[in-house]
């Protein structure tokens, strides 16, 4: 059933964007509350997101499919037989969104209920006698390709499985820590390690039981609005007020943790991104696409379980004051489980500031400049602050007073930031055009140009990206790229993020005294990014001219990993041309390339990682039985040691500071230490030594001036 446009409140313009309005209503009860939380969102996305989905039974299918993994992604509470009885709402909870009722949530919460009562009787009886880790059983891990249990009977034998795979993996930890000499280990046996690791377990899920019994209707009536909001796109998102409240403290940066960005997903927290100068990046070992699993402070004995928490509630585990310690037990993408200790702090923002150094390879390619930019950052609270692009700016001028046979920029890793900042450095590389096209939906693009003719450097240009190398990193490596202003190396693509969120408050328009607010905050994907070829960086992000194999080459990883993310679309080119540099030599300089990396040993090192690596994430189907379970993470292991002890110094590669930069670097003891731990990590880059290769082939026949033509194709708008 189509959503009726009469149902939703009005939209109008203010201030050049267009906000949510809604209309004086007299005091009402919790369930008008929560009817008109559903018009408002529903009718908010719909008229204000890129990609408003049609409100009709397919909708209502993926809502249906989408909310029940979200309440039992771990297939822990709900069996097929309860689902068959409330089947008939896979094709009605149009219609329920469409009056503003939940009948079929309402039945949700009492299936709920029902599981959770039964599991509270499974594992106390479950966990009171030893397991038999001889016997050959296997657990599937992946949850998508879990089915819900057929009955009580099937589930209770879930519930026995997977607290057998908990106990195992804790007893495997045990047992390692009794060979590397635990004091408080030593001397106890198998069956005395198993009988305490069974009582940090009860105790765990007494816990998690403690918790689950605390949360509100307010909490799950979240995880309900939000099944909807997701299949507009990954990046929109229904906030209650409290966890807008927790988004604004995350974001803050004021806050002491860890430093990584997490997101929940199915039962497990997921790390996303490593912050550039926070404890974690400092630490080297927590990585994206890590999966947290438990949560131990220094000083306890036990780590607390946090499959199947809260996001939110993860998060105040992990944060604590500066200085203190927390261990995290991770899976790594290759299913090793690791314990990582990082020592809180707050993020240091000098190491997110662009920084730059001279490389010099000799009877290779000397006197080269090389950038790198961890996050397009910008402060726009005080007047005359840093932002990148200014830090940019005047790295340049330094490398260019060293007379520099080429520069390279590097953009790995980094997440992006500020628009303005993106389009002011992209021209600092060309005369003047356009940068990037920013289109809303049902509108012509507006297109963000450098109107500055200045060219503040026009010699060899590279620059580095890999996967995850984001948004703003995206448009000015596909401008640059577009332009054939500098050759792009890196990984097969980048992150695939071409898309713009705005905050909108539920709330406004409506009297503040009404007792229906407040009602929460949508964040919302409302623009797209274009290239100036007409393409988008959505999706498909950027393909480096020259690709380099690294660890998740056979993987999907950025915004591919997405079941809903917007599609890659075209809009029309724009006319832009470049008067600076010609890369006619680009085919050559990548043949050769190419060949260097099909017979470099690490390179193909890093394939052979990469091809076990994605094999290793295909095969959640782990064992039962305890010694071929240590026999897998041992081996895993043995291949993540092994194949980090390939990566060593460059043999003749020397780096070395900017003059004008010595007297920032001495002022204390932290600096002169950062900076001499960056240049080491510098000499042990593989990946960089390949691109002074390539700059080396690229200057080989650089100097001429040739004019980009304009690009010839002119796309109407496709799959838009």
Known sequence: M???????FSLIALLGMAILVGFYAPPVDNTEKEAMLMHRMIGGLNQLHYNPVDINDEFSKNVFNEYLDRIDGGRRWITQEQLDQVASFKTSLDDEAAAGTYEFFDKSLAMLDEGIAKAKTYYPEILAKPFDFTKSENLELDLKK??????????????????????????????RGQEDGDEKLVGMTEAELEADVRKTVLKNYDDLFSRIDKLKRSDRLSDYLNSIASLYDPHTVYFEPKDKEDFDIRMSGTLEGIGAQLRGEDDYTKVIRIIPGGPAWKQKELEANDLIMKVRQEG???????????????VTYIRGKKGTKVILTVKKENGEIKEIKITRDVVVYEESYAKSVILDYPGKMENVGYIKLPQFYADFNRRGGRSSATDIGKELEKLKAQNVNG?????????????????????????????????????????????????????????????????????????LQDYGRAIIVGSKSTFGKGTVQRFFDLDRGLPSSSDITPLGEVKLTIQKFYRVNGGSTQLKGVVPDIVIPDRYHFIEVGEREYDKALPWTEIDAVPYKQNVTSLDNLPAVKKASEARIAKNEIFNAVLENAKRLKEQSDDTNYTLKLSEFQADQAERKEAGDKFAELFKPIDGLAVRNLAADMESINMDTTKIASNQEWMESIKEDAYLEEVLYIMRDMTATTGSRAVVPVNPRKNKIKNN
Not at 2 to 8: A, E, N, R, T, V
Not at 300 to 314: F, N, P, Q, S
């Open 300 to 314: 306890e004995e036990e780590a607390l379980d946090v499959t199947g928490m809260r996001l939110d509630e993860v």
């Open 2 to 8: 189509k959503f009726k446009g009469s149902l939703f």
């Open 146 to 175: 879990k089915a819900f249990a057929k009955n009580d009977a099937e589930l209770r034998e879930y519930w026995e499985k997977s607290l057998k795979y908990d106990v195992m993996t804790k007893l495997a930890g045990k047992l």
């Open 407 to 479: 520069i390279i920029l590097d953009l790995r890793n980094n997440g992006g930031g500020s628009l303005r900042d993106v389009q002011k450095m992209t021209g600092y590389f060309i005369e003047e055009g356009p940068i990037v096209q920013v289109k809303s939906r049902d509108r012509d693009p507006d297109i963000l140009e450098d109107s500055d003719s200045r060219v503040q450097y026009d010699g060899p240009l590279i620059v580095m990206v890999n996967s995850f190398s984001a948004s703003a990193s995206e448009i000015l490596a596909a401008a």
